[in-house]
């Protein structure tokens, strides 16, 4: 009684959670997907301070007097981004192409006999040992036969162009910088979600402020939608549900 007092509360509990989920969606019925509000992009990092491993710090001397400042990248000013808060535009342009064939088949064939027809004598008794009929000279025999045989196939293929706007969301020790930028865009009723986060060399950064994505060290890229075509290409929660805690 008391499995099924724990898988009745249970249901219950799955089904209140799905009950605020529907409800939710019920209230958006004929209405668009809402749109985040802005926030500060550090926060799509979890509030976590980026840490990497930084050279030793180099003492530079002053030089007073001088129009060079130590530490400085450039003689002139430029628009750049280079400190926290600048913008710097990412530009994405990912080509996948991936495929593969794999062929294996395996065959093994095994075979055992053994007879005792003579056994000191004593080959008489074995035979009024064993059942009726049954001959010394066949006593034993055995085979085995195993066939595998597996194929698998990939072909895959992913072209993803964008360009978003991410911002330095801090400046590292040696110089690097965190960038984080967010952008949604809607269409009707269905909302595309661009997400960049990652660590970038104010050097790989051209004169028109952008930046590839191929240059980002550490990148995480997302790309991914939410509205009525998301929904209904989406297995219903029960069928998802089924899917995790059916064994077979």
Not at 38 to 55: I, K
Not at 153 to 175: F, H, K, M, W, Y
Request: hydrophobic share 40%.
């Amino acid at each position: 009684m008391r499995f099924f007092a724990r898988i009745l509360l249970a249901s219950l509990m799955i089904a209140a959670t799905a009950g605020c989920a529907v409800s939710g969606r019920i209230k958006s019925i004929g209405k668009a997907p809402e749109l985040s509000p802005t926030e500060n992009p550090a926060s799509l990092y979890g509030g976590r301070a980026v840490a990497m491993p930084m050279p030793a710090a180099a003492t530079e001397a002053a030089s007073p007097g001088s129009l060079w400042r130590a530490g400085s990248r450039s003689f002139f000013k430029d628009q750049r981004a280079r400190r926290t808060g600048d913008i710097v535009t990412v530009v994405i342009d990912i080509n996948d192409r991936a495929r593969l064939d794999n062929q294996t088949e395996r065959r093994r064939d095994n075979g055992e006999t053994a007879a005792i027809p003579a056994f000191g004598g004593f080959e008489q008794l074995l035979t009024d040992v064993l059942p009726d009929g049954a001959d010394p000279t066949q006593l034993v025999d055995l085979s085995s036969g195993s066939t595998v045989r597996g194929e698998g196939s990939v072909d895959r293929r992913e072209d993803v162009e964008l360009i978003v706007a991410a911002i330095v969301t801090d400046v590292l020790p040696n110089g690097n910088l965190v960038v984080a930028g967010k952008q949604e865009v809607r269409v009707n009723n269905e909302v595309r979600e661009l997400t960049v986060t990652g660590v970038i060399r104010p050097e790989d950064i051209s004169n028109a402020n952008r930046i590839n994505h191929t240059q980002i060290a550490e990148a995480r890229i997302s790309y991914g939608g939410r509205g009525q075509l998301t929904d209904v290409q989406q297995a219903r929660y029960g069928q998802q549900l089924y899917d995790i805690v059916f064994p077979f």
